[in-house]
């Protein structure tokens, strides 16, 4: 009996080190956002005084300044279309579509390259980032039509030294290591590495969660959202010195950009 009291206990003990609980109910600054950016889907920090970001069906990337978030310039990139997440390197943009088709253009919006996922499987992605260390982007999906796959957080990477995309996973994540036993229970949304302490961190805006991990796969701990704060967050993005930027559909209201000036 005291041995499964002392389980429990060091159980109960482990699991509260993991969940950030309070950590960001209080953004530093919040940014409502114009009309056309109602369904802002992706978001990418440039510098110190600019942002970049995509909406669901446009094929435009809007430039925001830092600050006041209004927009400064845009882009015409392509047609409509299903838009999920943004990334960016310094020569190029490179937008990502639900089906996994990457559109890269380079900062005026020429010299498109179309890159599609080569998998058979209607995987359905959500986020993408720039993983600047390994010269790749990560992209986390949404859903896949593998019930079994659905059971995890799957990150895919895409090559930019060779422009090829990994077919299979190179990080996966069981959803039950944070509390979520059904499939549907949580869904990414959106996927940055912090460059302040080099983590992977996850976004959901279904499951109303933020998931940080290592290079591994290895959960290092999550926090719960509030959804009354949190309506529909789809984007984020951090600073070169950490600083947080969560971008949140106009659900019911208007969009807006979440600032942190620190993660905890």
Sequence with gaps: MIKQFTSLFLLGLFGCSMIQDHALRRPDHIYPLKKELKEISGLSYIDQSKMVAIQDEKGIIYSLGIG???????????????????????????VLKSNGTIVSVNHLGEDKVIHRFP???????????????????????????????????????????????????????????????????????????????????????????????????????????????????????????????IASEGKSGKAQIMHFTSIP
Excluded: M, W
């Design 68 to 94: 006041s978030f209004e927009k400064s310039s845009k882009i015409s990139f392509s047609k409509k279309g299903d838009y999920e997440g943004i990334a960016t390197t310094s020569k190029r943009f490179f």
């Design 119 to 245: 998998g058979k499987a209607a995987v359905e992605f959500e986020g993408i980032c720039h993983d600047e260390i390994n010269n790749r982007l990560l992209l986390v999906s949404k859903d896949h039509p593998s019930k079994k796959k659905n059971k995890y957080i799957n990150i895919y990477s895409f090559d930019l030294n060779s422009n090829l995309y990994l077919l299979k996973p190179i990080i996966k994540l069981a959803k039950k290591e944070i509390g979520i036993y059904r499939n549907a229970g949580l869904l990414p949304s959106g996927i940055a590495i912090n460059p302040a302490d080099g983590y992977i961190y996850i976004l959901a805006s279904v499951g109303k969660k933020l998931i940080c991990l290592d290079y591994n796969g290895k959960l290092i701990h999550y926090y719960n959202l509030d959804k009354t704060i949190y309506k529909q967050p789809e984007g984020i993005s951090f600073s070169k010195n950490g600083e947080l930027y």
